[in-house]
């Protein structure tokens, strides 16, 4: 390893996806969904709710305890821990690769863009992070972070 990695290292996941995109990190998401549980109670919106979806004029609020439930659910998707600070699956298959091979992520491996293991990403992130894995190969960590990064990118489709 040419660079060492240093605590501002400790944001970019093995996979490449920098935490500081994430919407579960940076709080955004998570906060407002738990306000809005919260103001639900407190507004007892679940009894609106219900006469709502008796009325037949908003069935939809027949389904008001799965949005609560869903509510409750994206509250504990909060992330405060990157993976190499100990968060994300104990069980992923990409930091344990990365930690098998000695190498700070997929940008250090030669076989990052035809990569099975990198494949679960592709439906939430697009191309985001092959993008990202070639940027990181060319620049150090601390460029990477200040730059530029995706979080999502749509595939180019080719003619």
């Known amino acids: 390893m040419n660079e060492s990695f240093s605590s501002e290292g400790a944001s970019v996941a093995y996979g490449d996806l920098h935490c500081g995109g ?15 549980r919260k103001e639900f109670r407190q507004s007892r919106f679940d009894l609106t709710a219900k006469v709502l979806a008796e009325s037949g004029f908003l069935r939809v609020f027949s ?31 990409i930091r344990k690769c990365c930690q098998m091979k000695d190498i700070r992520g997929c940008w250090e491996c030669g076989h ?17 992070h092959i993008i990202n894995l070639r940027r990181l190969k060319r620049m150090r960590i601390g460029e990477f972070i200040e730059g530029k990064h995706d979080w999502y990118v749509i595939e180019k489709k080719t003619v």
Not at 27 to 33: E, K, S
Not at 72 to 89: A, F, I, N, T, W
Request: proline share 2%; hydrophobic share 30%; with cysteine.
């Open 22 to 36: 994430c919407f579960f990190h940076s709080d955004v998401i998570t906060d407002l969904a738990r306000d809005l």
């Open 63 to 93: 389904d008001y305890e799965t949005c609560y439930e869903v509510l409750e659910d994206m509250v504990k998707l909060r992330c405060k821990k990157g993976c190499r600070e100990g968060g994300g699956s104990p069980q992923c298959k």
């Open 112 to 128: 990052f863009e035809s990569c099975e293991k990198l494949d679960f990403l592709w439906r939430n992130h697009g191309e985001a």
